[in-house]
């Protein structure tokens, strides 16, 4: 018996992170905003109920969170970063093969025992969850990639399934399907959706039993594959090994412009750094940069500019790459000029595993094996103490221009000197 696909994720996953680390805003209407707190990003369910939309301006909608009682908080990527790494390690020691999909979402496979019955597995994983975590999952199971999607869908919109919902194992699936929009559908985009819908193509179970010709001479062999999955038919495999990353890019908007090239300098300064960790954590190597800056795209005198340079050899070494990043800050940076925005790509990645050397440049191995060590060192150290405790002195920032978070939660799972102190009497 073929092995079934199960689909995991995190219910409401940022919002359920901060009633995780504060239960006093658990069961209450919540929202979370991006960075600079400038848009809704996230809601809870309760918010959701309350008609809060997606994507709007904080500013706009400042005075009616108020008059709700509605909870806000800056968005805390460093937590959720930490509760998704812990996650997936539960998801992985009770899982037979897993696929990280995003932060708060996964595809799995298990063996389905005698009964087909996976509802008892399911429910010992959520509790498990729930009980080493604190965050609640939905788990949605089926024959296929496709099917486990809706069973998702189906196990968090229908209350008495209690957050899992097994498709695999129900003969008549049409009831299902037939809920389902065609736009829900896992793998149609807008344009699929648009064009299915032209042809009378509303719900999945209609786009399960249309002509495969007709979605063939459309969409090829990708639109085959999301028909056949909603057929039942395993076409997309669960894949364990990511693939390799081929940019790594870090930007950030200031809590306020800047126009002086040390505050700009800093700034990219500081993103090299979280980049090159990036490149070293996934094993990569880099031989061209990219640096970027922007104003606001409102204003009169608008500016964008950006400068590019291709290293001799690949690296993933930050001094380096931080030196060849402030010469092209230096010819991007234009005086006068107010700064909102500014960022660094690393592209052209390679494997560090194989290193091309110049043939006629004679460099000094012992050096560069000093400094891949005292790399290794200060990633090490910002891994176990926080990413921000060792860095390079031109990537000091000034805190008053860092992102605005001003409703930053505590970092309760991240950061020692946050850890709550409790006394007993």
Same mark, same amino acid.
């Given at each position: 018996m073929r092995k079934a696909i199960v689909q995991i994720d995190g219910n409401n996953f940022y919002a359920s992170c901060e009633q995780m680390i504060d239960p006093s805003i658990r069961g209450k209407a919540l929202v979370i905003l991006s960075n600079n707190d400038g848009c809704i990003i996230a809601r809870s369910s309760e918010a959701r109920k309350m008609g809060i939309p997606m994507g709007q301006p904080y500013f706009k909608l400042k005075s009616k969170l108020n008059q709700l009682n509605i909870n806000v908080r800056s968005s805390n990527y460093e937590l959720y970063g930490d509760v998704s790494n812990r996650l997936m390690q539960i998801l992985k020691e009770n899982c037979e093969e897993l696929e990280i999909y995003s932060i708060d979402e996964a595809f799995a496979t298990m063996k389905r025992p005698k009964d087909k019955c996976l509802y008892q597995w399911g429910k010992d994983l959520r509790a498990l969850v729930y009980q080493n975590i604190g965050i609640p999952i939905s788990i949605g199971i089926g024959e296929t990639k496709v099917l486990s999607k809706i069973s998702n869908y189906i196990a968090k919109e229908i209350q008495s399934n209690s957050g899992i919902f097994d498709i695999g194992i129900v003969e008549d699936k049409n009831p299902y399907l037939q809920q389902i929009k065609v736009d829900k559908v896992w793998g149609v985009g807008k344009k699929m959706s648009?064009? !299915?819908?032209?042809? *009378? %193509? #509303? +719900?999945?179970?209609?786009?399960?039993?249309?002509?495969? +010709?007709? /979605? &063939? @001479?459309k969409y090829g062999v990708i639109g085959l594959r999301i028909q056949n999955e909603l057929k039942g038919t395993y076409c997309i495999p669960i894949n364990e090994k990511s693939s390799a990353r081929k940019e790594i890019c870090v930007s950030r908007s200031f809590a306020y412009p800047i126009d002086s090239l040390e505050e700009l300098s800093q700034s990219i300064s500081k993103y090299v750094l979280i980049a090159t960790a990036k490149l070293r954590k996934y094993n990569q190597l880099s031989s061209a940069i990219t640096v970027f800056t922007t104003t606001n795209t409102h204003s009169k005198d608008f500016y964008r500019s950006e400068a590019s340079i291709k290293l001799q050899t690949p690296? @993933?070494?930050? =001094? =380096? %790459?931080?030196?060849?990043? =402030?010469?092209?800050? #230096?010819?991007?940076? &234009?005086?006068?000029?107010?700064?909102?925005?500014? *960022?660094? /790509?690393?592209? +052209? !990645?390679?494997? #560090?595993?194989?290193?091309?050397?110049?043939?006629?440049? +004679?460099?000094?191995?012992?050096?560069?094996?000093?400094?891949?060590?005292? #790399? @290794?060192? /200060?990633?090490? =150290?910002n891994k176990k103490n926080g990413k921000d405790l060792l860095g390079w002195g031109s990537s000091i920032i000034e805190r008053e221009w860092r992102p605005r978070r001003s409703k930053l939660s505590g970092s309760k799972v991240t950061n020692i000197e946050s850890i709550p102190t409790v006394f007993a009497n």
């Amino acid at each position: 018996m073929r092995k079934a696909i199960v689909q995991i994720d995190g219910n409401n996953f940022y919002a359920s992170c901060e009633q995780m680390i504060d239960p006093s805003i658990r069961g209450k209407a919540l929202v979370i905003l991006s960075n600079n707190d400038g848009c809704i990003i996230a809601r809870s369910s309760e918010a959701r109920k309350m008609g809060i939309p997606m994507g709007q301006p904080y500013f706009k909608l400042k005075s009616k969170l108020n008059q709700l009682n509605i909870n806000v908080r800056s968005s805390n990527y460093e937590l959720y970063g930490d509760v998704s790494n812990r996650l997936m390690q539960i998801l992985k020691e009770n899982c037979e093969e897993l696929e990280i999909y995003s932060i708060d979402e996964a595809f799995a496979t298990m063996k389905r025992p005698k009964d087909k019955c996976l509802y008892q597995w399911g429910k010992d994983l959520r509790a498990l969850v729930y009980q080493n975590i604190g965050i609640p999952i939905s788990i949605g199971i089926g024959e296929t990639k496709v099917l486990s999607k809706i069973s998702n869908y189906i196990a968090k919109e229908i209350q008495s399934n209690s957050g899992i919902f097994d498709i695999g194992i129900v003969e008549d699936k049409n009831p299902y399907l037939q809920q389902i929009k065609v736009d829900k559908v896992w793998g149609v985009g807008k344009k699929m959706s648009t064009w !299915l819908k032209v042809r *009378g %193509i #509303n +719900n999945a179970r209609e786009l399960r039993d249309m002509s495969s +010709n007709q /979605i &063939k @001479s459309k969409y090829g062999v990708i639109g085959l594959r999301i028909q056949n999955e909603l057929k039942g038919t395993y076409c997309i495999p669960i894949n364990e090994k990511s693939s390799a990353r081929k940019e790594i890019c870090v930007s950030r908007s200031f809590a306020y412009p800047i126009d002086s090239l040390e505050e700009l300098s800093q700034s990219i300064s500081k993103y090299v750094l979280i980049a090159t960790a990036k490149l070293r954590k996934y094993n990569q190597l880099s031989s061209a940069i990219t640096v970027f800056t922007t104003t606001n795209t409102h204003s009169k005198d608008f500016y964008r500019s950006e400068a590019s340079i291709k290293l001799q050899t690949p690296s @993933s070494n930050s =001094i =380096i %790459i931080q030196k060849n990043s =402030i010469e092209l800050t #230096n010819r991007i940076f &234009k005086p006068y000029k107010k700064f909102i925005k500014a *960022g660094v /790509i690393l592209h +052209n !990645l390679s494997s #560090n595993q194989y290193k091309q050397k110049l043939l006629f440049c +004679n460099n000094d191995l012992q050096e560069e094996f000093y400094l891949e060590r005292l #790399n @290794s060192v /200060i990633d090490n =150290i910002n891994k176990k103490n926080g990413k921000d405790l060792l860095g390079w002195g031109s990537s000091i920032i000034e805190r008053e221009w860092r992102p605005r978070r001003s409703k930053l939660s505590g970092s309760k799972v991240t950061n020692i000197e946050s850890i709550p102190t409790v006394f007993a009497n």
